[in-house]
């Protein structure tokens, strides 16, 4: 009864798509490594055209021709040090905080391009709660307010045109497909996730020419939950091949690959809150706790940090269930450095509580690839500890001198910006930064179509 069951349920989700298309792969798609370094894909397009053909190749080379400027402009604004389309005032308050940066020139002018041109069409087929929706509050909510931000009509990167858009977005909840489907029915197996999203591309790629003009290069997912990356990686699939993945669960051994892929930081949030970002103004001097780290034992990493700090140090302060006299919030306001291991799975959301505290972040984690990671030089306000080395902890931190925390507690006061959660987004914040991030792996592709007269 329960397999019936969980047959005529999906039964009724496969004819939320009413439609049935066999699938038919274009041309594969291939990434060149490093900053803005393109490649083309020719996508399925005859070189027999009909007059249709022959516009929606204008189109397509219209927006080409876009991309390749916006290449352009900030090849040049990283070679000259020199930006273009800013006033002076506003270059000077955001170069001259430079060294949070790999290259604030080419960051910056990649910002002003995307600003200038970037347009998102978001697919509309589907219903909520599956899709068009996402939590707003939990650990999993980025997940949802981006989603809730692409579809509130408020982003002015959104586009209801999809003839002038340079990226697709699949507007699918893995955190609401676990809650209503997957959750309630233990039968079915997490791989039918990634049987539900092809049969999803395979309607919109049937309905429209987008997916098969680009392999879905120019096409991404969001997810923050840890089970998103099985979406294209459960078993081998040419289908997702190019797919742009945005995951929490940034874990390049379990192939996250971040010239394709980008980093969803990890909120956790109260529905209805968008976090403290007002919090870290603390003196660096009236921070007397060097070390500081409360949560759940789960995964590997927190194992080892008990096993070797758990109630054994009043400067190294670990703790598996916190005492109710002392305020969470408080002890990282504090602290000098605040411990963000890994759970079961490599992202936390203590580096984001961390920042919005003003203390350093301690990053105990293997094979996680830091948000914006691509424009963020996280050595200059974090610490990366290998989990095998977390006996070390406290001589690794008291080695650091006071001047150099300093440095880098005043550095991370100034990407905090990055990192604050607005409804609607604004200027660098948390979900522009993520859009940054799809931005740039767009610029780092290019479409070709021929024989445009």
Aim: glycine letters at 6%.
């Amino acid at each position: 009864m329960a397999a019936a069951a969980s047959l005529k349920l999906l039964y009724l989700l496969f004819a939320l798509f009413s439609t049935v298309f066999i699938y038919q792969s274009s041309q594969t798609h291939g990434y060149s490594n490093g900053f803005l370094s393109t490649t083309t894909t020719s996508g399925s397009i005859s070189s027999k055209s009909t007059n249709h053909e022959q516009n929606e190749k204008k189109k397509l080379n219209r927006i080409e021709e876009g991309l390749k400027r916006a290449r352009y402009a900030i090849r040049r604004a990283a070679r000259t040090r020199n930006l273009t389309n800013s006033d002076s005032k506003e270059k000077e308050e955001f170069v001259s905080r430079g060294s949070i940066y790999i290259n604030p020139y080419a960051f910056y002018q990649s910002h002003i391009e995307m600003e200038k041109r970037l347009k998102v069409w978001t697919y509309k087929e589907g219903q909520p709660p599956l899709f068009h929706d996402g939590p707003l509050g939990c650990v999993y909510s980025t997940e949802g307010h981006f989603i809730d931000e692409m579809e509130s009509g408020l982003s002015p990167f959104t586009t209801q045109n999809p003839d002038e858009a340079h990226l697709f977005f699949l507007p699918f909840s893995v955190v609401n497909i676990k809650r209503f489907i997957l959750a309630p029915n233990p039968s079915i197996q997490w791989t039918w996730l990634q049987l539900f999203v092809e049969d999803y591309i395979k309607v919109v790629s049937n309905k429209y020419p987008f997916w098969n003009r680009s392999s879905g290069a120019d096409h991404f997912m969001v997810s923050c939950h840890d089970r998103g990356p099985q979406i294209s990686s459960a078993f081998p699939s040419e289908l997702f091949k190019n797919l742009i993945r945005v995951l929490c669960n940034a874990n390049t051994s379990e192939g996250f690959h971040p010239i394709r892929d980008a980093t969803l930081p990890e909120v956790n949030l109260k529905h209805g809150e968008l976090g403290h970002p007002q919090l870290g103004n603390q003196p660096t001097m009236n921070r007397p706790i060097l070390a500081f780290f409360a949560g759940r034992a789960h995964g590997y990493g927190r194992s080892e940090l008990f096993r070797y700090w758990k109630d054994k140090d009043d400067e190294v302060q670990v703790y598996q269930n916190l005492p109710k006299q002392l305020n969470y919030t408080n002890l990282m306001t504090q602290s000098k450095f605040c411990l963000c291991p890994s759970g079961y799975e490599v992202a936390s959301p203590r580096i984001v509580e961390a920042i919005y505290a003003g203390c350093v972040p301690v990053i105990l984690s293997d094979h996680y690839v830091l948000p914006f990671s691509d424009v963020l030089n996280w050595s200059q306000f974090s610490i990366q500890i290998p989990v095998q080395r977390i006996p070390d902890i406290k001589v690794i931190l008291k080695n650091i001198s006071m001047a150099d925390f300093q440095k880098m507690q005043i550095r991370v006061m100034q990407v905090k910006r990055h990192f604050v959660l607005n409804r609607p987004a604004q200027r660098f914040d948390l979900l522009h930064m993520v859009l940054h991030s799809v931005w740039l792996r767009r610029l780092n592709i290019g479409l070709i179509s021929q024989d445009v007269g």
